[in-house]
């Protein structure tokens, strides 16, 4: 069996605190996981569970405190400089408000030759890969001539995914990028996402507070809360059959169409709430 592609291992992440002598804040509690080649885990959890903050750690935006990062054999947990920019040519992000990730003073073209060019390309080729991204995102071909302000916020997040592919990366990031978007553009921006992994292979952790979402395009789920893994296994069996109470709750917070089963299921959550608060 060949090793995953991210290792996650005991991970701890703290913080330090101002005043003479605090104790740092630990963010992370020792989490462990893995995603393989091709593959989704899900990260889903309430605000302030953790789960962007292991996000920043694969990037290398948030410290290792403990534990390690090892990506396709590597170990990633403390680089910096020149081996950190080697590594994120593999490892990309697509962040949540697609607006404020991109450069506004830049046309599209631009915005996506960028990293190509850093890289060594010449603008010519680096121009002609901008088309078959924009085609690869399903933009029209002119979308290159124009600026971010002229599209819509589903437009922008396909121009920031294609940003994320210019490298071709082997792992994409991606944290929390349809919350900013109506249901209608999230579903198609979804559907995008699972696309493009049937045609290049690439796998994703992907960031949500949402277990609907995170279900829709995860093999594996990992939910988590106040820093530690709740529960861990197949998407379907944990969105349908969850075992932990915290992520029973949190799937009977995902809004529903049915307005009666809706009411039905938030009289049901507050009720498990009340019984764990006086556990």
Known sequence: MSAPLLQVSNLVTEYPVKGWRKPPVRVLKGINLDVKAGETVGLVGESGSGKTTIGRAVLGLAPVSEGSITFNGQDISHLSGAARRQVSRDIQVVFQDPYTSLNPAMTIADILSEPLIVQGK???????????????VHLPADAGTRLPREFSGGQRQRVAIARALAMEPKLIVCDEPVSALDLSTQARVLDLFLEIQEQTGVAYLFISHDLAVVRHLSHRVCVLYR????????AAEVTENPKNDYTRRLLMASP??????????????LAMAATASTA
């Open 122 to 136: 010449g603008k010519a080729e680096a121009r002609a890969k901008v088309a078959g991204l924009l085609e690869r």
């Open 227 to 234: 820093g530690e893994v709740m529960e861990m296994g197949d």
């Open 256 to 269: 529903i169409a049915d307005p009666v089963r809706q009411r039905q299921r938030r009289q049901e959550r």
